[in-house]
């Protein structure tokens, strides 16, 4: 079946520091993939997506790319802000059938100034 | 452009009791989606709509759970009777018809069930 793993959280870092949130998924076939963010008190959100291998998704600074030969989808910022402290999902879209999303666990992270 | 509505954001009930939830997608959005989201985990899809007709209701727990989209835009979700493994936020998104296109998720509705 389809199915997401994220790195556990909670993460805490520094501001400024860099950032990596693993994600890696289980599919048939190529799906596209997704990084959704959830910031206190708000809605979830597309954060990037790559729909395809190698492609690489980008936004506010994040930077994921779709690796095909590890399964993997892992989110990257190279210097955070304490704005970026948040729950972030990775998830997939199986190529077949329905348009629906299957969501990692959420890695909660924090920034600390 | 108004995003994803639901209504209420908030609701606690007794285990047993029957409860409603309403969305209103974005105009123009063909597909419709509930996600349940548990505390901890990442949210679960429970039934997608095309228009008005069901995609995909495979994890909607269809002894307790319905939902209807009536003329293809507002969605109600219904659980009768609660259990307490119900409390969760329950989301709803919308999105067009091509298959990546951007889900769009509506601010969620927290149920407490005591």
């Known amino acids: 079946g389809n199915s997401v793993t994220q790195m556990e959280g909670p993460v805490t870092l520094s501001e400024e520091a860099f950032l990596t949130i693993n994600c890696t998924y289980t599919a048939t076939g190529y799906p596209s993939l997704f990084w959704y963010v959830q910031y206190p008190g708000e809605g979830l959100q597309l954060l990037l997506k790559?729909?395809?291998?190698?492609d690489k998704g980008s936004n506010k600074g994040f930077e994921a790319t779709y690796r095909k030969e590890t399964t993997s989808f892992h989110l990257e910022k190279g210097s955070v802000q304490v704005s970026d402290s948040a729950v972030y999902f990775c998830?997939?879209?199986?190529?077949?059938?329905?348009?629906?999303?299957?969501f990692g666990q959420g890695t909660r992270l924090t920034i600390n100034p | 452009e108004a995003g994803v509505a639901q209504s209420p954001r908030y609701k606690i009930i007794e285990k047993r009791q029957s409860v409603a939830f309403w969305c209103n997608p974005i105009?123009?959005?063909?597909?419709l989606y509930w996600y349940q989201q548990i505390l901890g985990q990442g949210p679960k899809l429970l039934i997608q709509f095309q228009n008005n007709g069901v995609v995909d209701d495979s994890q909607l727990p269809k002894d307790r759970f319905s939902a209807e989209r009536l003329k293809g835009v507002d969605s109600t979700l219904k659980i009768q009777p609660a259990k307490l493994e119900d409390s969760a936020v329950y989301l709803c998104?919308?999105?067009?018809?091509?298959?990546?296109?951007?889900?769009?998720f509506g601010p969620g509705t927290r149920l407490t069930v005591l």
């Open positions: 998830a997939l879209s199986p190529i077949q059938g329905a348009q629906k999303l299957v």
């Open positions: 790559a729909t395809k291998a190698d």
């Open positions: 998104a919308s999105s067009g018809r091509g298959r990546t296109d951007t889900q769009y």
């Open positions: 105009s123009g959005h063909a597909t």
